[in-house]
């Protein structure tokens, strides 16, 4: 079964929002586009211009920095983030439970 992700806006303001709601560098936001998009790493990086080793750095710091461990984690958070109009409000994880749906 696929997830199928609907973000709003052009990737231009979705690397800003990024930026700004979990302090995220231009690089890593976007990485997190391409992710959430549903690119592989090893692709994101490819489209990137940066090698793979150099993704999995700006990953785990993105990891870091979302409170996420694993990238379909990380896209659940991210897209709950980017779907709410007011960010300050968000939690910056999403819980276990909520992945389980």
Do not use: W
């Not at 990024?18 to 391409?34: G, I, N």
């Not at 694993?70 to 007011?86: E, F, G, I, K």
């Amino acid at each position: 079964m696929a997830l199928v992700v609907a973000v709003r806006g052009g990737g231009a303001s979705q690397e800003d929002s990024l930026k700004e709601r979990f302090d995220l560098t231009r690089a890593e936001a976007r990485l997190v586009v391409h992710l959430v998009q549903g690119s592989s790493l090893r692709s994101s990086a490819h489209a990137l211009g940066v090698q793979y080793e150099t993704a999995r750095t700006y990953l785990k710091s993105i990891f870091q920095k979302t409170g996420t461990h694993r990238q379909p984690q990380l896209v659940l958070t991210v897209c709950h983030a980017l779907s709410h109009d007011n960010h300050l409000s968000l939690p910056t994880q999403v819980t276990a439970q909520e992945l389980a749906c």
